[in-house]
């Protein structure tokens, strides 16, 4: 699953089960061969592999020369450990309710890690450092925060491990590059700003959506991003709206970045009078395991009942016009775009989906397999998060679009859906792209598709 050098000629090699449950870390010696297993972790829920792995030049001390640094979800949080060269954990470097996302830089000299991280909330990234030898007869000291600001920073270390580059957005700030320093985050010097003078940055600005924290029907605080349309304009809600989705594991949609600023379609249908609004469900990235674990076996049931209560939630606060909310993703988005309109025909009057998985049994088994079992374990599961398994109750309007040549979600998950409409007499509309591959990348084809879209989603919505 991962391999990595460590030193005095030895590789360390990462060993993952078929269901992701159990994990082996491998230490070979490259000249003579010899191997041993230097950690094992085993998870009910599965493992998810990072590289967090960083050999140590060093060691920790005397006492324990060379070791390494792992991460592991072991408490239901990705946290940073310390061990030695033999594999023995001596104890953890960060602890709490929130998750380290990598490793930025490590200090060996000074004992100082640096890491990107969740401890200000999952809606940021931040750089923090902490101690890289803690005295484990003490409390664990709170990582130092060296980032500034709200929103999303991505950030280089220099060599030297004085300085940083901090290549930071918001919801309310395109991309600024600055020059920091290590010790205490202060900036040397701005690299680059984007002039706000310039109309459309300032337009976006004034366009830039809101974050909301809605309350899912098990009581879990789930993030949503909403675009309303111009008051002015359209008059006030409730508007006819989209909900634009994803809601597999591993990706994050909700989070106070620019990019959701400048999302062109979620900013074309707000001028059209809709409103936009997308939400991360349980299963998705950067809430811990707990949270994404809930999608064990529940594909097409968890992910799609909390986008329900979304859009609920809209309708309840008198946003969202019922009888008018459609919804539009792609890849996993397609598949729960489809689902949500099949599961819940008195919601969702629309759908666009696109290169939608539509059987989890012809899907990667190395993705699948991680969060539904084997197929010959979990019959229920595949073939309750099946689309043509609800087929039967669709009454809205779907529009299918897929690449003939995709090489990860294959058109036969689409021919199989289209075969089960035809068989249950269900009317659908459908957009192929003969050349195309997962997602449509030649400008005429995009400029197609949108306008296909829009056209679909004027008639139906």
Not at 418 to 447: C, Q, T, V, W
Request: glycine share 8%; hydrophobic share 35%; proline share 5%.
């Amino acid at each position: 699953a991962r391999v990595n050098w460590m030193h005095n000629s030895a590789i360390a090699v990462q060993v993952l089960n078929r269901t992701h449950s159990k994990l082996k870390l491998l230490k070979f010696d490259i000249a003579s061969g010899k191997r041993e297993v230097i950690l094992e972790e085993e998870h009910d829920t599965w493992i998810t592999l990072h590289d967090c792995f960083t050999p140590l030049d060093k060691g920790v001390n005397s006492k324990h020369p060379g070791g390494f640094i792992w991460a592991s979800e072991k408490t239901g949080f990705r946290h940073l450990y310390l061990h030695d060269k033999n594999g023995v954990c001596l104890g953890p470097l960060t602890q709490g309710d929130w998750m380290i996302d990598q490793i930025a830089g490590v200090n060996e000299s000074s004992g100082v890690i640096y890491f990107t991280g969740t401890l200000d909330g999952p809606l940021e990234t931040n750089l923090y450092s902490t101690n890289l030898f803690p005295d484990w007869s003490l409390p664990l000291q709170v990582p130092k925060r060296l980032t500034h600001g709200t929103g999303r920073h991505s950030v280089i270390l220099d060599h030297q491990l004085l300085r940083f580059i901090d290549v930071y957005d918001s919801i309310k700030s395109p991309p600024v590059i600055l020059l920091c320093s290590l010790l205490d985050g202060s900036v040397i010097m701005p690299l680059y700003e984007q002039p706000l003078t310039v109309q459309p940055l300032k337009k976006f600005q004034q366009l830039s959506p809101e974050i909301v924290q809605i309350e899912g029907k098990d009581g879990t605080a789930l993030y949503g991003t909403l675009y309303l349309p111009d008051e002015k304009k359209y008059g006030p809600p409730p508007y006819k709206t989209l909900v634009n989705v994803y809601g597999g594991p591993s990706v994050q949609l909700v989070s106070d970045s620019w990019i959701s600023t400048v999302d062109m379609r979620a900013q074309f249908l707000r001028s059209k009078g809709i409103l936009v609004w997308k939400m991360d469900n349980r299963g998705t990235a950067r809430r811990g395991l707990q949270f994404e674990g809930q999608l064990k076996y529940n594909i097409g049931r968890v992910d799609a009942e909390d986008q329900l209560a979304g859009a609920e939630w809209l309708i309840k606060k008198g946003l969202a016009k019922p009888g008018h909310i459609g919804l539009y993703g792609w890849s996993y988005g397609g598949f729960l775009s489809a689902m949500c309109l099949a599961r819940f025909p008195d919601t969702f009057s629309c759908a666009v989906s696109g290169a939608p998985v539509t059987a989890w049994d012809g899907y990667d088994t190395f993705y699948t397999e991680k969060y539904m079992g084997l197929p010959s374990e979990q019959r229920d599961a595949y073939r309750y998060g099946s689309i043509m398994h609800h087929v039967k109750n669709l009454r809205g309007r779907l529009l299918l679009i897929h690449g003939m040549i995709d090489e990860n979600v294959h058109f036969r998950h689409t021919a199989r859906l289209i075969n089960s409409l035809m068989a249950e007499g269900k009317p659908y509309d459908i957009l192929l792209f003969p050349d195309e591959r997962h997602m449509p990348r030649r400008l005429g084809d995009r400029i197609y598709m949108e306008e296909r879209i829009w056209d679909f989603v004027e008639r139906n919505l």
